[in-house]
């Protein structure tokens, strides 16, 4: 049984979308290599703040149909550069059930640890839904604070805590939590910023893929962010921009009858500007900060299923991503989408191109930190939650451009 403390993969649990018959053995090697992360190893593997992937990659290829020896190896490489986790001060830790010693604490690396036992302990006194609605979702300042950086790092938080809820890992949400914690706070003001705007104007609102032909159309916009800012978005938009960011931002409304929706116009806007925003006739590529809005849309289909998450909470969520991903695409330089990239795409290996099973043999193998498995499964995933709503013009990814999508993502491996 999974614990705050000990992860315990069920082959047979429900994902948001997974192989069929996936094997008990390779549940069980994940399970080990999974606790063993979760004992040995920071959320971060440096000091620069770069992100331990070792969760995602390993359920990500668990799901597509990987084998015991995959797994295994996928782990090893990644563990070889982990950094090991910090001895935990039990001071600390009983200093964070204080509020405003909690709030003191935050964005201190150092501290993960400690935040990680914090949140072991509570989950395993309320469970980890308790502590999710105490601690993101409650409205209190320390809720608030932490539902903002859930979005940090670009979507990492939230990306871990979709993993934990979506495979049902009390201690991975633990993970998710005390990661989020150890983020830094500038992205708070760009979300606080955006409700001000919505409070002041209250009918100004837009599809997603709407807002983005505006924010291309913004010069000032367009051209904030630069190559030299050490930050695209802290020091390229939000710096140069802001006002103009938060305006178009404050744009993306979601009315919480609307949620399945609302959730497949996200996962298709962030695949749209994705998938095409190419530059012939180089080589296809996908920009790596665009892919975090892509490989992070998956968890929304299952955030918006949990009954003890509200549904104003749910719409929130939705809301922050659907902002941030509008930010993410204007720290790029918002790059015209080239539809036709996608449509005429012609296969690099045809004999694994036709159908989505030839793309998960090639990539849950593929040698990568997980990136590449994560955005494959989430394009075959956005495939089945959008097709209800292609005949909107809020969804331009259609048909079998999904598939060219997938296909697309392993040129040229």
Same mark, same amino acid.
């Given at each position: 049984?999974?614990? $705050?403390?000990?992860?315990?993969? !069920?082959?047979?649990?429900?994902?948001?979308?997974?192989?069929?018959?996936?094997?008990?053995?390779?549940?069980?090697?994940?399970?080990?290599?999974?606790?063993? !992360?979760?004992?040995?190893?920071?959320?971060?593997?440096?000091?620069?703040?770069?992100?331990?992937?070792?969760?995602?990659?390993?359920?990500?290829?668990?799901?597509?149909?990987?084998?015991?020896?995959?797994?295994?190896?996928?782990?090893?490489?990644?563990?070889?550069?982990?950094?090991?986790?910090?001895?935990?001060?039990?001071?600390?830790?009983?200093?964070?059930?204080?509020?405003?010693?909690?709030?003191?604490?935050?964005?201190?690396?150092?501290?993960?640890?400690?935040?990680?036992?914090?949140?072991?302990?509570?989950?395993?006194?309320?469970?980890?839904?308790?502590?999710?609605?105490?601690?993101?979702?409650?409205?209190?300042?320390?809720?608030?604070?932490?539902?903002?950086?859930?979005?940090?790092?670009?979507?990492?938080?939230?990306?871990?805590?979709?993993?934990?809820?979506?495979?049902?890992?009390?201690?991975?949400?633990?993970?998710?939590?005390?990661?989020?914690?150890?983020?830094?706070?500038?992205?708070?003001?760009?979300?606080?910023?955006?409700?001000?705007?919505?409070?002041?104007?209250?009918?100004?609102?837009?599809? @997603?893929?709407?807002? @983005?032909?505006?924010?291309?159309?913004?010069?000032?916009?367009?051209?904030?962010?630069?190559?030299?800012?050490?930050?695209?978005?802290?020091?390229?938009?939000?710096?140069?921009?802001?006002?103009?960011?938060?305006?178009?931002?404050?744009?993306?409304?979601?009315?919480?009858?609307?949620? $399945?929706?609302?959730?497949?116009?996200?996962? !298709?806007?962030?695949?749209?500007?994705?998938?095409?925003?190419?530059?012939?006739?180089?080589?296809?590529?996908?920009?790596?900060?665009?892919?975090?809005?892509? !490989?992070?849309?998956?968890?929304?289909?299952?955030?918006?299923?949990?009954?003890?998450?509200?549904?104003?909470?749910?719409?929130?969520?939705?809301?922050?991503?659907?902002?941030?991903?509008?930010?993410?695409?204007?720290?790029?330089?918002?790059?015209?989408?080239? @539809?036709?990239?996608?449509?005429?795409?012609?296969?690099?290996?045809?004999?694994?191109?036709?159908?989505?099973?030839?793309?998960?043999?090639?990539?849950?193998?593929?040698?990568?930190?997980?990136?590449?498995?994560?955005?494959?499964?989430?394009?075959?995933?956005?495939?089945?939650?959008?097709?209800?709503?292609?005949?909107?013009?809020?969804?331009?990814?259609?048909?079998?451009?999904?598939?060219?999508?997938?296909?697309?993502?392993?040129?040229?491996?």
């Amino acid at each position: 049984m999974a614990t $705050e403390s000990k992860i315990v993969i !069920n082959p047979s649990v429900e994902t948001e979308f997974a192989v069929a018959n996936l094997s008990a053995e390779t549940a069980k090697r994940a399970s080990r290599v999974l606790s063993e !992360n979760h004992e040995k190893y920071h959320m971060f593997f440096n000091n620069a703040g770069f992100h331990n992937h070792i969760v995602h990659h390993v359920l990500t290829t668990f799901t597509l149909g990987a084998g015991p020896e995959t797994i295994q190896k996928h782990y090893d490489n990644a563990a070889e550069y982990q950094r090991p986790n910090s001895s935990v001060d039990d001071k600390i830790v009983q200093d964070l059930g204080d509020s405003a010693k909690f709030l003191k604490n935050l964005s201190k690396p150092n501290y993960y640890h400690d935040y990680l036992v914090f949140f072991q302990r509570e989950i395993a006194e309320e469970g980890y839904e308790e502590v999710v609605n105490e601690y993101v979702f409650k409205g209190d300042e320390r809720a608030n604070i932490m539902f903002a950086r859930m979005f940090a790092g670009l979507l990492h938080p939230i990306i871990h805590l979709g993993f934990g809820i979506e495979f049902k890992q009390p201690a991975i949400v633990a993970e998710a939590l005390a990661q989020a914690a150890i983020h830094p706070k500038w992205l708070d003001q760009y979300f606080i910023a955006v409700e001000e705007k919505v409070q002041q104007n209250q009918h100004s609102s837009d599809s @997603l893929v709407n807002i @983005l032909d505006k924010i291309r159309a913004d010069k000032k916009l367009r051209c904030a962010a630069r190559l030299d800012d050490d930050n695209l978005i802290r020091e390229g938009v939000l710096l140069r921009a802001k006002d103009e960011m938060v305006k178009y931002a404050s744009q993306w409304r979601v009315k919480p009858d609307q949620l $399945e929706e609302a959730t497949a116009e996200m996962i !298709n806007a962030v695949v749209y500007f994705t998938g095409a925003s190419q530059h012939p006739p180089k080589q296809i590529k996908f920009d790596f900060y665009y892919i975090h809005s892509l !490989n992070s849309s998956i968890f929304f289909s299952s955030f918006i299923k949990q009954s003890w998450i509200s549904t104003a909470n749910k719409a929130k969520l939705l809301e922050y991503k659907g902002r941030l991903d509008l930010c993410v695409y204007a720290s790029r330089g918002a790059p015209q989408p080239l @539809l036709d990239e996608i449509t005429q795409y012609v296969p690099t290996q045809p004999s694994s191109a036709s159908d989505w099973n030839g793309i998960f043999e090639r990539v849950k193998v593929y040698e990568d930190d997980g990136h590449a498995c994560k955005l494959v499964r989430a394009l075959a995933h956005g495939e089945r939650i959008c097709g209800p709503w292609e005949k909107s013009d809020k969804f331009r990814i259609k048909g079998d451009m999904w598939l060219k999508l997938g296909n697309m993502g392993m040129s040229p491996a």
